[in-house]
């Protein structure tokens, strides 16, 4: 004669999909949001050229606006943990310094 076990049953709640029979939770298939917009019109041939250079420019500076983005808000967090004034001063010459050699 066996004794019975209690079990305690996992109650936590997960929101599922549903497909081909097959329960698959939210949270691995999450996406985050897409935004399609309608093909773009030109007036004329010259205006789509003005547009494919300008895009393509872009494309090419993105990448380092975006470090330097980054870099000027490391920078900033780390002028916030200065006290002194004269020794914020010397850190943004040393920083800048370093940037100029890159």
């Known amino acids: ?7 305690t049953q996992d109650t936590t709640t997960v929101k599922q999909f549903l497909i081909e029979g097959d329960s698959i939770p939210r949270s691995s298939i ?6 399609l917009f309608n ?10 050229v ?20 980054d870099r000027l808000v490391e920078l900033n967090s780390r002028l916030d943990k200065i006290d002194s004034k004269s020794k914020r001063r010397k850190y943004t010459k040393i920083v800048q310094k370093f940037i100029e050699d890159e």
């Open 39 to 48: 093909k773009l019109k030109f007036d004329n041939k010259e205006e789509r």
């Open 30 to 35: 999450e996406l985050e949001e897409v935004i």
């Open 1 to 7: 004669i066996g004794q019975a076990q209690i079990i």
């Open 50 to 69: 003005r547009y494919l250079i300008l895009r393509r420019k872009t494309l090419k500076v993105y990448p380092y606006a975006k470090m330097a983005a």
